[in-house]
């Protein structure tokens, strides 16, 4: 059987910080990483998708970015579950329904 791809891969939060907001703000990630009172570090590793988004960086993303906590904990938990789907998509194939949805 031959084996499938995707046509991509899930974008991660991280990408969404660096190309809905820090780059066209014009915000590098050091300033970020200033006004949020997080280490450089943590910055470069969730633009880079090495880190997830934390329910602390969603308060601290949201109040340097004005944007509501809850935006970055989907943006998170989305990106989460499409991982995990991909995953583990034979094994939750072979789920059963208790309950009909």
Same mark, same amino acid.
């Given at each position: 059987? &031959? ?89 939750? &194939?072979?789920?059963? &329904?208790?309950?009909?949805?």
């Amino acid at each position: 059987m &031959a084996e499938t791809t995707k046509a991509h891969d899930p974008i991660t939060p991280g990408e969404i910080l660096l190309t809905e907001f820090l780059e066209p703000l014009g915000i590098t990630q050091y300033r970020l990483a200033q006004a949020t009172g997080l280490s450089q570090t943590r910055i470069s590793e969730i633009v880079r998708g090495k880190r997830a988004i934390t329910t602390d960086t969603a308060l601290r993303l949201s109040k340097a970015l004005g944007v509501d906590e809850r935006f970055w904990i989907n943006i998170q938990t989305d990106y989460d579950l499409e991982v995990e789907r991909d995953l583990h998509g034979a094994e939750l &194939a072979k789920v059963t &329904a208790l309950v009909a949805r």
